[in-house]
């Protein structure tokens, strides 16, 4: 017979695990700015990984709209070359 709670499921549904939006944390390195600079190395460095990789919007907390406007300014630091 098999035992209940064993394995990766332990009983808690999956709103449970799930936090709320309403407890999502804002991005912090984003507060004051209106607008993002393709050629502000320091901030966009923030949503970047080691290797380079566009961090997603739910681990940097910014909001769809944020999200977009940072992948827009990457790409374009990138085809300047100020950005790996």
């Known amino acids: 017979m098999a035992r209940r709670g064993k394995g990766k499921r332990s009983g808690r549904s999956r709103r449970e695990r799930r936090p709320s939006f309403a407890s999502r944390r804002l991005a912090r390195s984003l507060e004051g700015v ?8 320091e901030l966009l460095r923030k949503f970047l ?32 070359g100020i950005l790996p």
Do not use: F
């Not at 209106?34 to 190395?41: L, S």
């Not at 080691?50 to 739910?58: N, Q, S, T, V, Y």
């Not at 940097?60 to 944020?66: E, F, M, S």
């Open 34 to 41: 209106k607008e993002i600079d393709p050629r502000d190395y």
């Open 49 to 80: 990984t080691d290797h380079g990789k566009i961090l997603p919007g739910r681990l940097v907390g910014a909001t769809a709209k944020q999200q977009r406007q940072i992948k827009r300014a990457i790409r374009r630091a990138r085809t300047v």
